[in-house]
């Protein structure tokens, strides 16, 4: 039994982590129907830029996230402006390929000044854990933990309560009637990818600690943050938590009771199943064939 229920407590703390590496994704995907491919890149590159702080200055990495989702805000504002604004409005397909690209760029630019080497942040808890009963709890994953749980509570608040949260709700889901009462489509799109590319840079500092990382690694993530989205459903928010959580759990079960190298088959096998059974995932709309066809 303590070993379930230590697999499960393990499970929903990095869980909570994936949600927030994913609600950025499915944030720009909700308002601006964007595939952020190069998501996994920004993880890789803040992960890089924590690592560097917390070897040259001694900052706590999780702490780090305080420096690195600000400059993630303004560099995602300003490459919605620069960059991505110019296939607004084109298929999805386009924003893929050109994300993609992006996450290409920034691999090489990584190579080049990082070096393509594991890496990975140690501070002084790295090995230590809280001891709650037979639990055992790695600090690492539960000030990780911690930390996105306050900033996914945040952007709850902005989403829920504040004229812009409304904003970009009102952009997801009726682009024409948010225009109509005033709501600016590029500038909210701008803000929405701004924010998304701040939960990355949380989620990067998060990621130095949790795991070793290379430039290339944004390609295994990339996949699990779209399997999430797409198992929660394209756009949706408490979706992408319930996906992540799904994962969480999948990754430690099958890692305590098989092999860890099967935690991802199992899965993907998760989300082949689910899709099967409800195409647009567990929490996105079904779209009717004759809105489609208007």
Same mark, same amino acid.
């Given at each position: 039994m303590a070993q379930l229920i230590q697999a499960l407590v393990l499970g929903l703390l990095i869980g909570g982590v994936y949600a927030l590496m994913a609600s950025g994704l499915t944030l720009i995907f909700g308002v601006m129907h964007i595939i952020n491919i190069a998501q996994g890149a920004f993880l890789i590159v803040v992960a890089t830029f924590t690592w560097w702080l917390w070897r040259d200055t001694g900052i706590d990495p999780i702490l780090a996230s305080a420096v690195t989702a600000p400059l993630m805000f303004g560099l995602g504002w300003l490459l919605y402006r620069l960059v991505i604004s110019r296939i607004r409005g084109q298929s999805p397909s386009m924003s893929v390929l050109l994300t993609f690209g992006i996450a290409l760029v920034l691999e090489g630019i990584l190579n080049v000044v990082a070096g393509n080497k594991f890496k990975s942040a140690t501070p002084s808890y790295f090995a230590d854990s809280f001891a709650v009963g037979p639990v055992h709890? !790695?600090?690492?994953? $539960?000030?990780?933990?911690?930390?996105?749980?306050?900033?996914?509570?945040?952007?709850?608040?902005?989403?829920?309560?504040?004229?812009?949260?409304?904003?970009?709700?009102?952009?997801?889901?009726?682009?024409?009637?948010?225009? *109509?009462?005033? $709501?600016? !489509?590029?500038?909210?799109?701008?803000?929405?990818?701004?924010?998304?590319?701040?939960?990355?840079?949380?989620?990067?500092?998060?990621?130095?600690?949790?795991?070793?990382?290379?430039?290339?690694?944004?390609?295994?993530?990339?996949?699990? *943050?779209?399997?999430?989205?797409?198992?929660g459903g394209m756009g949706s928010l408490p979706g992408a938590l319930v996906g992540a959580l799904a994962l969480g759990l999948a990754e430690t079960l099958t890692a305590t009771y098989a092999s860890l190298r099967w935690s991802t088959l199992v899965f993907y096998l998760v989300i082949m199943v689910v899709l099967l059974l409800r195409p647009e995932g567990l929490f996105g709309a079904r779209l009717r064939e004759d809105g489609v066809a208007a």
């Open positions: 709890l !790695p600090k690492t994953q $539960v000030y990780g933990f911690l930390a996105a749980v306050v900033v996914l509570a945040g952007l709850y608040v902005v989403l829920t309560y504040t004229w812009t949260g409304r904003a970009i709700r009102a952009m997801s889901q009726n682009p024409s009637a948010a225009a *109509l009462v005033g $709501v600016s !489509p590029a500038g909210t799109a701008a803000l929405a990818f701004a924010l998304g590319s701040a939960s990355a840079g949380v989620g990067g500092s998060i990621l130095s600690v949790l795991y070793p990382f290379f430039p290339a690694s944004h390609f295994d993530w990339i996949s699990r *943050l779209l399997g999430i989205v797409v198992l």
